[in-house]
């Protein structure tokens, strides 16, 4: 009885979660894939000022992609929202630090010189 249990615990828990669902959030990657590589070999190569316009949107997509795999495929949008903020607070901790030290290894560049 515990194991028909779960099991039906188990397929409520994800619902939102179909092979329809899934499709289509593979084909949005898909779309974010196309795009970058439609910036990387065809705008960047005919126009390398657009090189510093190219980086953001990079990152930007990367971080969108990111975003869709954790939510969907490691079904962090379907978890409470204690679970997401313990995973998703931390990482911004680190992201700022990076930033942070990034932005301010220049002047001890600069102080050794």
């Known amino acids: ?12 828990e994800h619902e939102g979660m179909t092979k329809k669902k899934i ?11 196309a795009i970058e590589f ?13 090189l ?5 949107a990079y990152i930007f997509l ?7 795999i ?5 079904h962090l949008k379907f978890e409470k929202m204690g679970l997401v903020l313990s995973i998703i607070v931390p990482i911004l901790f680190i992201v700022g630090l990076i930033l ?3 932005n301010e ?5 600069d102080l050794r010189r």
Not at 38 to 50: K, N
Request: hydrophobic content about 50%; overall charge negative; cysteine-free.
């Open 100 to 102: 942070v030290l990034t």
């Open 70 to 74: 954790v939510a969907y495929f490691m």
């Open 38 to 50: 439609i910036i990387a070999l065809l705008i960047v190569p005919g126009h390398p000022d657009y």
């Open 1 to 12: 009885m515990s194991a028909e249990s779960h099991e039906i615990h188990h397929d409520g």
């Open 52 to 56: 510093r316009y190219a980086n953001p």
């Open 105 to 109: 290894s220049h002047h001890w560049i």
């Open 62 to 68: 990367t971080l969108l992609k990111a975003f869709f």
């Open 23 to 33: 499709w289509q959030i593979a084909l949005v990657l898909s779309i974010i894939t």
